[in-house]
């Protein structure tokens, strides 16, 4: 008893750096199983390929993701190459292909037995020479003897990306297995590249409900340039599309993902920016401070995506624009209160599901919410795009009560309008006949005004002959009666006696009548020349 126990202590080491086999049976044919019985060692030779190799004195762990086997610590970091063992048997019942699909932060080559049967990428001893290889979809060939152990040999060099500075793994490596009618499957639920398949299709679902609603709504800005929110989230949709475009790209891109995650999450961050702008305007709220911090916050967040995973940067900032959504949208309850609750209650679900996913994405929790997310993603565009057709079909009704209105008061309007035609007509007739009869009697008036003038104007012209012959007649009176006298005096004066009689005197006043006479002449003629003249 005592040499069987010897025996055993001796061969107790043995039996304990003695490599675990893992024994592939027919649970492959309706699921994926991660190789997790690994021994590794960092550094490159060819030699550790073959299955003569004693790898007993390289380390072991159980993880799934082999460049990471405490979940803290890179087995090797960038640009370096570690070395992966582990030992495969397939079961006996086990009658259908086996193949292999590998996710890595790197390139690899894949080896059975010592020779090499896969390269993903390539290696190089020059890190910027390194081809990144990361083909979600691809499956692998694994052509496993049966009953056989088999060594497979995994040659990996590290090609984590080089920006976010700090990422949440250090490197990613997952070796899955599982049969090849399982690998063609379309069950989501046993077939993990089926549900990529979905996810990505799903993906594409999306893409064409964005591209729709751009083409509405920026149909309705262009017919109705006055509804600038029309405007508004169209351009927010056109950034929504460039999102989903840049996640189904990167889905089958096999090279280094950065710049494409840059782009994309930049691009959900400017459609949440220009969706929160739509939601100011919906509830006619003027551009507050708390906006022009998220502005600023969006700035500072694209620019940690160099230091940080952006899908998880992004999704942190995208929680805050929808409180800041829900802020407005409960200052607006009085205001609006179909608005206010659609968008409420979109928002606090949105709040939910991507809280859940940022706690999963970061280890807090485990729940499987990936096959949501294009739908997650549609929410509250959706919602928006409910709400403004939901507001144009009500001014829409509105315009249509007013018009009828209109249409009522036009016919009201008409009637009195002709009512009042009527009357006017007759008082029209009424003074057209009074008018006619005023211009009869004005006709009258002028033209006694007429005789008045002309009675008026010959007595002017009489009285202006009479005064201009007048003065002459005065004249021809005056000298007259001055030759009477004169006449009368040269009588008197010749009945006188000759003794008495003086001729000087006789004579003078023959002359004044004469002189007289001559006068008298003068004038009658001046009077005679006014007649002619006249």
Request: charged share 20%; with cysteine.
């Amino acid at each position: 008893m005592k040499i069987i126990f010897k025996i055993c202590l001796l061969l107790l080491p043995f039996f304990a750096k003695a490599q675990q086999v893992t024994i592939l049976d027919t649970t492959l044919n309706n699921k994926w199983v991660t190789l997790d019985q690994w021994r590794y060692q960092k550094g490159d030779d060819k030699e550790w390929a073959n299955p003569a190799f004693d790898d007993s004195s390289w380390k072991q762990f159980k993880f799934y993701n082999l460049n990471m086997p405490d979940g803290k610590q890179a087995i090797a970091n960038r640009g370096e190459i570690v070395w992966f063992r582990t030992l495969l048997k397939v079961d006996s019942g086990l009658n259908k292909t086996v193949v292999l699909n590998i996710s890595q932060y790197g390139a690899s080559e894949i080896y059975l037995d010592g020779k090499l049967i896969h390269q993903l990428g390539k290696l190089s001893p020059e890190t910027n020479q390194v081809i990144y290889n990361n083909s979600l979809t691809q499956i692998l060939e694994l052509p496993l003897l049966k009953g056989k152990n088999q060594l497979l040999a995994v040659r990996y060099q590290n090609a984590q990306y080089k920006f976010p500075i700090y990422f949440p793994t250090n490197g990613y490596l997952q070796i899955l297995v599982s049969t090849l009618s399982n690998a063609n499957s379309r069950d989501v639920k046993k077939n993990r590249l089926a549900f990529n398949r979905k996810f990505t299709n799903n993906y594409y679902i999306t893409l064409g409900i964005a591209i729709l609603m751009f083409i509405i709504f920026l149909s309705f800005f262009l017919f109705f340039p006055s509804e600038k929110i029309n405007g508004y989230f169209a351009s927010a949709i056109f950034f929504l599309i460039f999102y989903v475009i840049g996640v189904i790209c990167i889905q089958d891109y096999e090279s280094i993902k950065f710049w494409i995650s840059f782009c994309y999450c930049t691009s959900i961050l400017i459609f949440l920016l220009i969706s929160l702008y739509c939601t100011y305007k919906i509830f006619n709220k003027q551009i507050d401070v708390f906006y022009k911090i998220i502005v600023f916050l969006v700035i500072v967040t694209i620019s940690c995506f160099f230091l940080y995973d952006a899908n998880i940067i992004a999704v942190i900032w995208a929680v805050l624009s929808m409180v800041a959504t829900i802020r407005i949208a409960l200052q607006s309850q009085k205001n609006n209160r179909v608005g206010s609750i659609l968008f409420i209650s979109s928002n606090i679900i949105s709040i939910i599901f991507w809280s859940l996913s940022v706690l999963n994405s970061i280890g807090f929790i485990k729940l499987d919410l990936y096959e949501y997310i294009p739908s997650a993603f549609m929410l509250n565009p959706i919602v928006l795009s409910v709400y403004l057709g939901y507001a144009f079909g009500k001014r829409s009704q509105e315009l249509r009560l007013n018009l009828e209105r209109v249409q009522k008061l036009s016919k009201e309007k008409e009637s009195i309008l002709s009512s009042q035609n009527e009357m006017l007509e007759k008082q029209v007739q009424e003074r057209t006949a009074s008018l006619n009869q005023s211009i009869e009697n004005l006709k009258s008036t002028q033209s006694q005004l007429i005789q008045s003038e002309k009675m008026a104007s010959l007595g002017e012209l009489t009285a202006g002959i009479a005064h201009e012959i007048q003065n002459p007649l005065n004249f021809v009176n005056n000298f007259s009666e001055v030759n009477k006298e004169l006449l009368e005096e040269l009588k008197a004066e010749r009945l006188k006696p000759n003794a008495e009689r003086k001729e000087d005197i006789e004579n003078e006043l023959i002359d004044d009548v004469i002189s007289n006479e001559e006068k008298i002449n003068h004038h009658g003629k001046r009077a005679d020349a006014i007649v002619k003249g006249m």
